[in-house]
């Protein structure tokens, strides 16, 4: 499972999570990385291991070179793996001394301990499979330069960034200084949730957040600006209701239901639209799916993109402006042709 989004919240940050950047690009994973990634990946198909029969696989494996692994070298590795990634190695002492992760639904979590560790061993895979490099084809995740680490780092000191902004569509760049409140990826771009505090003279303050995508940031900078983030702020339950990164609109969440033609139904099922979606009925050759999300124009867009394989069902609203949408297209092409 190799996960596409990833938010974090105002939380300190492994080092490892910058190494996970440099190896993405250079593709040369450290050893000890590697053999914490054997590790769990062994144990995890076992189920249930013992050390020797670790040792077994361990020297089938190139990482062995041989020799053996220690045992107190295979206790320091299941330390090193609950610290980084959240996984407890255990042992069952009453069935043979067989070791298992205890803890196996992290996993299958959206943490960041969850994606370096989906991305380290994807990496891993394709580390050792050089021969086959023009026979593997990845899609392109942006380094973003010195932004990342720029945000992660005033984000574990709890201080503002400033940054100089140009939407598209804008002739001139803003001058932007707000609260790093967040990370988010989509659809292979970070953005950062940005926190907003203005003081009204004569009324209340406002509060608000904005949305930044590092591809549109020209400059940033680290100020000394404390902040106190809120307690209650959650970074998951925030996008809880969101398709994407569209946080300013004023859309509220509402029931959505689709109904999905052909094999696209199936392609949905594995990778579902939003993590609300459940099944609610079927057909022949449909399936109907229920969702509870803001509709705003990135889900719009996103729903439209399905083209004939997706009917909207409910609200009319929505499946009318589906329907607009794809009429205007029609007449595009219609335009093309007188």
Known sequence: MLLSNVIISGIYVHSLFHIVFLTFSTMNIPAKFREYIWLVNTIRKAKRITFAEINEKW?????????????????????AIEDMFGLIIDCDRNKGYKYFISNEKVLYEDSIQNWMLSTLSVNNIIC??????????????????????????AMKRNVRIAIKYKKYGDEEPRKLNFEPYCLKMFRQRWYVLGHFHRNVIDGPDIDYFGMFSFDRILEMSITDIKFQIDPGFDAEDFFSECYGVLVNDDTQPIKVIVRIFDYEQYYVKDLPIHHSQHEIGYGDDYTDFELYLRPTPDFIRHLIGFGNQLQVISPEWLAKEVCQEHYDTVCLYEEMDE
Not at 59 to 79: C, K, P, Q
Not at 128 to 153: A, C, H, N, W
Request: aromatic residues 6%; without cysteine.
């Open 59 to 79: 020297l089938e494996s190139e990482l062995s070179g041989g020799i053996e692994m220690a045992r107190a070298t295979f206790n320091r590795h299941r330390i």
């Open 128 to 153: 050792e499979s050089l021969s086959l490099q023009k026979r593997i084809l990845l899609e392109t995740i942006p380094y973003e330069g010195d932004f990342l680490p720029m945000v992660i780092e």
